[in-house]
């Protein structure tokens, strides 16, 4: 296919894949002359991996870039794969006291490494929570905590055996299943909300 095709394929502007084209984050096609070349099935689905990145991921072009060289080039150790895929997509959380996320964790009895950086991204999250001076109540967190280990159990139920495909599935839902989670979560609130506030129909 030409690239108006692709273009038109993956949902976006002929200018938008000539950007990423030259940006790398599509690779080129086939050429067919010193000004045409040929795109096929693969650089369709590559073209919407990478809207979805920079779309509902709201990763920018470099960290895109990042994410999709782990994804194309693996290497043989999947956690390290898995942690710069995660250093590109989030970099690293600033220095924070990590005492209470720590505490968070040990209460929940999850074994997790406490200098990953998830660590420091719970800490942040809670830093700014006092900062705002905003209460989760015990219950709450929780609950919070209890179906953060289900999705994680689940998640893992479903990752495919073939380590590269393995990989690709962690490291796209970690970026593009947190908005679909957060969105799940307004309309759970949302739905909670009518149930118990709206009035009766009957």
């Known amino acids: 296919m030409r690239i108006s095709e ?20 599509v690779p080129p096609g086939e050429l067919t ?14 073209l919407r991996l990478v809207r979805a990145l920079l779309g509902p991921g709201k990763l920018s072009i470099a ?15 999947m ?6 895929a995660q250093a590109a997509a989030y970099g690293a959380p600033d220095d924070v006291d990590t005492s209470r996320a720590l505490a968070l964790v040990e209460r929940a ?14 800490a942040e999250a809670l830093a700014a929570l006092e900062d705002a001076g905003f209460d989760v109540p015990p219950s709450v967190m929780e609950g919070y905590v209890a179906a953060a280990e289900r999705i994680g159990a689940l998640e893992l139920d479903a ?8 990989l690709r599935y962690a490291v796209l839902g970690t970026i593009l299943v947190e908005p679909l989670l957060l969105a799940l979560r ?9 149930v118990r506030f709206a009035p009766s129909t009957d």
Do not use: C, M, N
């Not at 038109?8 to 790398?24: F, N, P």
């Not at 002359?33 to 590559?46: F, L, M």
């Not at 960290?63 to 150790?77: H, M, R, T, W």
């Not at 307004?186 to 009518?194: D, I, K, P, T, V």
């Open 63 to 77: 960290q895109a870039k990042d994410v999709l060289a782990v994804i194309d080039d693996p290497g043989d150790d």
């Open 33 to 46: 002359s010193s000004t045409q070349a040929v795109y096929g099935d693969a650089h369709v689905a590559r």
């Open 186 to 194: 307004r309309l759970g609130e949302q739905h909670a909300s009518a």
């Open 109 to 122: 009895g999850w074994r997790v490494d406490p200098a990953s950086r998830e660590v420091g991204q719970l």
């Open 6 to 25: 692709l273009a038109r394929r993956g949902g976006v502007t002929t200018a938008t894949v000539k950007y990423y084209l030259r940006e790398g984050l």
């Open 159 to 166: 990752i495919p055996q073939d380590p590269a495909e393995a």
């Open 79 to 84: 956690f390290e794969a898995l942690g710069a």
